[in-house]
């Protein structure tokens, strides 16, 4: 079992940055890869961002590839999600998740495990 809180949304002017961390409870975090996704309004979840249980393999979707960064501290049981350059489209719910394999998948019924999500808002 692992449990996910996500943190460090809010409102951000374009162009700014935000870091947004996903904590996990457990002795087991480093077995799992992560995922970022996010969900706007009115739209289906995607895929923003994963790293492998080791951190050494990461990938993003082509939206951020060049602005986001993905990292993980599995000394602090922690994900990180550093966000530069926003823009307003960036806008939505962001969410973490994990999965027992070794690297992250893009899908996310794939992930076993999800935090409740935290708000981040860019504005024009």
């Known amino acids: 079992q692992v449990q996910l809180v996500e943190s460090g949304g809010g409102l951000v002017q374009t162009g700014g940055s935000l870091r947004v961390s996903c904590a996990a409870s457990?002795?087991?975090?480093?077995?799992?890869?992560v995922g970022w996704f996010r969900q706007a309004p009115g739209k289906e979840r995607e895929f923003v961002a994963g790293v492998s249980r080791t951190g050494g393999y990461t990938s993003y979707a082509d939206s951020v590839k060049g602005r986001f960064t993905i990292s993980r501290d599995n000394t602090k049981n922690t994900v990180y999600l550093q966000m530069n350059s926003l823009k307003p489209e960036d806008t939505a719910v962001y969410y973490c998740?994990?999965?027992?394999?070794?690297?992250?998948?893009?899908?996310?019924?794939?992930?076993?495990?999800w935090g409740q999500g935290t708000q981040v808002t860019v504005s024009s």
């Open positions: 457990g002795r087991t975090f480093s077995r799992y890869a």
């Open positions: 998740a994990a999965d027992a394999k070794l690297t992250a998948d893009a899908l996310s019924s794939a992930y076993d495990y």
